[in-house]
C-alpha cells in the first residue's frame, strides 16, 4: 500500500482553524531593547553628580599617548616626554577642569539658579516665571537637589575638555607642518586659527548642553555669548593676518614648563 507524503495528509476536522496559545507577556529577547546605562545604574538620591571617572581615566590614557606622540616628534630626551606627559594629563586636563568648574560652582548657581541675576531675564527659553521640566542629554542625572554641586561642574568641565583634546592635541599635531610652514600663506593662518576656534566654540557649547540640562538653572542660554566673542576675534585675526599657531602661543603653550 503506497504511503502518502505528510504534506498530502488531509487535514483533520476541527483543527483547520485551530491557532497556538500564546502568552502576551513573553517577549523573545532577540528583540527587546537592550537595558541602557540609566536601566542599569542605580539613581544617585539627592545629587546631580554621577561618580563615574571612567571618563577621566580614558581621556588621561588617551592624553598620555598623545603626550608621547609629540614628545617623540618635538623633545629631545625620555625626561622631556615623561614630564610632557605629566603635563598635559595634570596641568592642562585636571588642573584645568578644577580651575573652570570652581568658577562655575561660585558663578553658574549665582547668576543662572532661580534669585540669580539671569533669571530675572525676560525673552529667553526658562525665564523665572516658569519652571523649566527635565532635559535629556549627555549630562542629565536623576536627582531631587535644586543646588549646583562641585561634583556635577567638574562633570561637565572634564567633558567640555574633549572637543579641546581631538583638536588641539590630535588634528593640530598631525597639520602641523602644513600650520607651521615659511613663509607663512593666508591658508596656513586660515587653518590654524579656524582650528582654535572650532575648539573654543565646542567648549562653550558642550559646556551649556551641562548647565542647561538643570532644571533650577534658568536662560542658561547666555553662557553661549563667548561664541559670539571668538568668532569676532576670529575675523580681526584673519583680516589682521595674525596666526595663532605661527605668531601666537597656540604650540608653545603645550610645551610650557617643559
Known amino acids: 500500500m503506497p504511503v502518502r507524503p505528510i504534506s498530502a495528509q488531509p487535514p483533520v476536522a476541527g ?33 546631580w553628580h554621577r561618580p563615574d571617572p571612567s571618563f577621566t581615566y580614558l581621556l588621561s590614557f588617551f592624553l598620555l599617548l598623545t603626550a608621547f606622540a609629540w ?37 553658574i548657581g549665582r547668576l543662572f ?10 525673552g529667553f527659553r526658562g525665564s523665572r516665571g516658569r519652571r523649566r521640566g527635565a532635559a ?21 568641565s572634564n567633558r567640555a575638555f ?33 582650528l582654535y576656534l572650532s575648539a573654543l566654540i565646542y567648549y562653550t557649547y558642550i559646556t551649556f548642553l551641562g548647565y542647561n540640562a538643570l532644571p533650577f538653572l534658568h536662560n542658561t542660554e547666555l553662557l553661549l555669548i563667548p ?17 595663532i599657531v605661527m605668531d601666537g602661543w597656540g604650540v608653545e603653550g603645550l610645551f610650557w614648563g617643559v
Open 136 to 156: 535629556q542629554g549627555l549630562f542629565m542625572q536623576p536627582g531631587e537637589k535644586d543646588q549646583l554641586e562641585f561634583g556635577y561642574c567638574f562633570d561637565v
Open 15 to 47: 483543527l483547520a482553524n485551530v491557532r497556538p496559545r500564546t502568552n502576551s507577556n513573553i517577549k523573545c529577547p532577540i528583540y527587546t531593547h537592550p537595558p541602557s546605562n540609566a536601566d542599569q545604574t542605580p539613581e544617585t538620591k539627592n545629587t
Open 227 to 243: 561664541i559670539l566673542i571668538f568668532a569676532l576675534f576670529w575675523f580681526i585675526s584673519l583680516i589682521a593676518g595674525w596666526g
Open 71 to 107: 614628545g617623540l616628534a618635538y623633545t629631545p630626551s625620555f625626561g622631556a616626554i615623561l614630564r610632557l606627559s605629566l603635563l598635559f594629563i595634570f596641568l592642562h586636563f585636571i588642573g584645568s577642569s578644577l580651575f573652570v568648574s570652581t568658577i562655575g560652582y561660585f558663578v
Open 162 to 194: 574633549f572637543p579641546l583634546y581631538l583638536h588641539l592635541y590630535v588634528i593640530q599635531f598631525l597639520l602641523l607642518p602644513l600650520l607651521t610652514r615659511t613663509p607663512t600663506n593666508f591658508l596656513a593662518t586660515f587653518l590654524g586659527n579656524t
Open 113 to 122: 539658579g532661580p534669585n540669580g541675576a539671569a533669571a530675572s531675564l525676560t
